[in-house]
């Protein structure tokens, strides 16, 4: 596996074997690698002629006082799981080949980014869509590959792909979970083993929430304050925003219909911890 | 020349071409050919294997109450021009193939928007961005020509190529004038004979202007004001803006040195025309 620390030789790599006809899939990701991360290049591997996986943790879709800094890294065991994985290329820019001191342009995708996880981080989705167009020109690859934990992050970028004519199509991949249920992230590192054990009442109250809806339940504000008070029985959680939306406009749903997003966001300890369940109607 | 209306037979095209090792350059225009526009499809016929000219009257870019509606058209003359410069495909899509009715996504260049025509001009250089980049994804070249009439725009393109990492060349090109001085520009057709030759009144005070920098002259605000008093010796004009400001960030420039540009935009009858001056010193 190569490791590229700049945008020319990222270009020139995967310009060549686009040329020799090969398909280039790309992973963008923050590092720090867990089975989400090896999944995404597993189908990557099994689809593409040229896997290649980004890793930088973006500053910009970092708001003020968020964890930035504290974000856990592991350079080499990375290189080591994404090598084992097969992956061609590890994209690995310092931050100074990324962005330039003056660096002066945003992508925003609107309307999609108002609420859920645009309410209480109102410049990460711009740092998101920002690093990934910058990240797709980078490394032009034919398909991206993106987990659906983060579900409003995929929505954003498939909007964004259409809107700019992007020649790529992005690929939804299924959220990853531990065996108790909890959503892999690396941000579960953060967690004391009680505030893990607390960490599986998202999952808990989400499949719950689907379930009344499968038995019937339409009013969505109500299933959405069922959601919050399922969480708030747990002592060490404290709800973010707990959501049903329109899976596609991310619109809240007053009643119920077609395909329902239920989202949460929870803070356990210093984690914020995020999962969602989409329910068809 | 092949007319192209879809963006995925644009890329169709051109990734067939590059395949071959040509070089792909591209003209972004709004049409109504002048001197102007042909002098940048000469430039990229005298450099590229192909030459690509878009040809899109741009709604994001105008606000309300612009001459949107009134933007001058003429397709065939248009074509036949271009055809006759040995240009070898016209992109012409319609409005619903480059947005979609529930279009989000914007590009913004922050800083350098705020002042010049971004200042009376709110929205459009977001406008311009946002479609450049859908431009250059739906044609993928490696050279774009821009013309330096639009100064601001150049400098809010070079400075998204490289925060958005799109591996595309942009050829600045000189503006292109009439024999009394008056910078071509499709928005000269809305003159009349009288304010046709008011209309000199731009160039000749920026180069009166650009004199006094030349002997000596070094105190921005008093060179913009000079610009903009002999503007206003015209009894037709209306001066928009009149200002000094470096060449390279477009901030004021208190006292000027380095590369100083001298612009204005000056409303006579109902076109808003703009030109621009750049002073080394």
Known sequence: MRIIRTIQEMRAETEA???????????P????????????????????GMVVVSLFVNPTQFGPGEDLAAYP?????????????????????????????????FV???????????????????GVATVVAKLFNACRPQRAYFGLKDYQQVRV??????????????????????????????RNSYLSAEERRAATILRRSLVAAGKRIKEGARDGAAIARELR????????????????????SLAPLGRIHGAALLAVAVRIGRARLIDNLVVET
Chains 1, 2 share one sequence.
């Open 157 to 186: 970028i498939e909007t964004m792909i259409r809107d700019l004519n992007f020649d790529i199509e992005l690929v939804r991949c299924p959220i990853v979970r531990e065996p108790d249920g909890v959503a892999m992230s690396s």
């Open 29 to 48: 990701t923050m590092g720090f690698f867990h089975e989400g991360h090896l999944s995404l290049m597993r189908r990557a591997r099994a689809e593409c």
């Open 17 to 27: 074997r686009r040329r020799a006809g090969e398909t280039v899939g790309m992973v």
């Open 229 to 248: 008070e399922a969480i708030e029985t747990e002592p060490l959680a404290r709800v973010d925003y707990a959501e049903v939306v329109d899976a596609e």
């Open 73 to 105: 890294k592991d350079f080499e065991r990375d290189c080591a799981l994404a090598a084992a994985e097969g992956v061609d290329a590890m994209f690995a820019p310092e931050a100074g080949e990324m962005y330039a001191g003056d660096h002066a342009t």
């Open 108 to 126: 925003n995708v609107e309307r999609l980014t108002g609420n859920l996880c645009g309410a209480s981080r109102p410049v990460h989705f711009r």
